[in-house]
């Protein structure tokens, strides 16, 4: 297998020369591109900012094959839309089943937050889209699995204000010749479970690369010191904590693993 690419399209963070340069554009969200299958990973909160942030770094809006929906909260769905409706072609799309069940998180005074998507299964066809809705693993290719539902046997899950268990939360895992690579929007599933299940889907025993959003945000520091803990434990060769990991959360991986973390924000490409 060759060296693989991944590009992070939208991060809460701009961390990256390349967004002074080239007009990239952050927001609340995220979105990564793996260049080697043309697949598009989540789609960000607006749209604006991943169109922005493609055509910037020379990414043609029809060049994805897949287009892979961690979970239905809007700040990874948000961008549908403006995605397909800036494509020509059709495309695959693959989501959880309960993709268009209502989503809410606890907002500031103790308001409910609508988060649900804001696309009908209707305006998907009319875009030609080949919609695969899972609860099981999903085979892209033999290197490539789209996990499904992610059991929570080996660890706590990370909701943070959401209002329900995020069942949908999928990651997309990755047979690389030097481990595991883990992909992950948001993280609700919890870093353990996401990284077993990786393990027990692959038949891999060696964690190589984690990156995206690891939902640290509203985690005590006993639970922060206990995921990174389990990380360091594992080795793995790059950590890149996205989105919802935080700030706090991405200072805490980088004091135990100097040497694995490197910075996402929007334009990072990572090598694996």
Not at 1 to 24: E, F, G, H, V
Not at 82 to 103: C, E, G, Q, V, Y
Not at 170 to 197: D, F, Q, R, W
Not at 225 to 232: A, D, E, G, I, K
């Amino acid at each position: 297998m060759k060296n693989m690419r991944i590009t992070i399209l939208i991060d809460n963070y701009a961390t990256q020369l390349s967004s002074l340069s080239k007009r990239l554009l952050s927001e609340w969200g995220f979105a990564a591109y793996l260049h080697d299958y043309k697949i598009l990973y989540d789609t960000g909160l607006t749209g604006t900012a991943l169109l922005n942030n493609m055509r910037a770094l020379g990414i043609d809006p029809n060049e994805p094959e897949y287009l892979v929906i961690s979970h239905r909260h809007i700040d990874h769905t948000g961008g549908v839309k403006a995605f397909l409706n800036a494509r020509s072609r059709p495309i695959k799309m693959i989501a959880h089943t309960n993709l268009f069940t209502k989503a809410y998180a606890t907002g500031e005074g103790g308001k409910l937050e609508d988060i649900s998507v804001d696309f009908t299964r209707d305006y998907l066809e009319s875009k030609g889209v080949e919609l695969i809705l899972i609860k099981e693993p999903y085979k892209i290719t033999d290197n490539i699995i789209v996990s499904g539902e992610i059991p929570r046997r080996w660890g706590p899950s990370h909701t943070g204000a959401v209002t329900d268990e995020v069942p949908d939360d999928m990651a997309l895992y990755i047979k690389h010749p030097n481990g595991l690579i883990a992909i992950t929007g948001c993280g609700h599933s919890g870093v353990e479970n996401i990284v077993e299940y990786g393990f027990q889907l692959t038949g891999l025993d060696r964690l190589y690369a984690i990156i995206g959003g690891l939902h640290f945000m509203g985690l005590g520091e006993d639970r922060i010191r206990q995921v990174t803990n389990y990380l360091v434990a594992k080795s793995p060769s790059v950590v890149v904590g996205t989105h919802c990991t935080g700030i706090l959360g991405i200072a805490a991986l980088y004091n135990a693993m100097p040497r694995a973390v490197r910075l996402g924000g929007v334009g990072s490409v990572i090598e694996l």
